[in-house]
């Protein structure tokens, strides 16, 4: 994901999320429960009218966050790479009325429109997510999670993995650089894939002696398994107005599924 990321953008946060957004403006917590909520509800859907205006909700929320829809929207395309060849082969997997022949495999209509479905609920989704809580700061997002009583260990976990997953990346990009420098090429043949995996391997092994002297430093400040989180936060009425109107839009959504 370096090379979508970029060397200096890390979050969506730090991509541009204008100031005068109004998505940026409102409670973290808020953000949170309207994305999960959204996110039930539009995973439930079935019928298309109702994804596509999903997925509408969702592109309006990026014209009002003011994110760079050019960035944001390039990686959401990440997560399409991931399901494509599902997308692709489900019209094949799935039996039903034929569309057409592929060197003798048949096609389903039943397939075709089961992928469109599973494309327009993922892309409404992650789009959704990204821009309700991906433009938080980590910290921040740790802090409204820890307020909404989810469990302290996990907040934890979360928080350290979204501080370390860039640390981790920086040791990737040290490596490769080494590796370039010994005249590395990568291509398709065993010295490559051994490459990589020592690779790997070395990243793995520098993020075990790298966990244990930060468990050391944390000890000797005296950490005992639990740290204060002092972020407090505060519903106004812009919070409650946001959250009156999505969740309006949400049973919407399953009025038009039912209609």
Known sequence: MAHVLGHQEKTLAEAGDGPDGLISQLDPRMRIVMAVAFAVVTVALSSLGALCVALTVSLSLLIVSRLPWRKTLKRMAMMDGFILFMLVLLPFSMPGAPM?????????????????????????????LMVLVGTMEPVTLGHAL???RC?????????????????????????????????????TNWHTYRSFGYLVGMMLVRAIERSERILAAMKCRGFSGRMPLLQEFALTRADIVFAAGFSGLCLGLIILEFA
């Not at 075709?112 to 409404?124: D, G, P, R, S």
Request: charged fraction near 20%; hydrophobic fraction near 55%; glycine fraction near 4%.
């Open 100 to 128: 057409f022949t592929l060197w003798g495999f048949p096609a389903s209509w039943q397939g075709f429109w089961k992928a469109v479905e599973i494309a327009l609920t993922a892309n409404a989704v992650i789009l959704s």
């Open 151 to 187: 469990p302290e260990k996990l907040v934890y976990l979360l928080m350290f993995t979204i501080r370390y997953i860039e640390v981790l990346r920086e040791e990737y990009l040290r490596l490769r650089a080494a590796m370039k420098v010994r005249g590395f090429r990568p291509a």
């Open 146 to 148: 820890h307020r909404l």
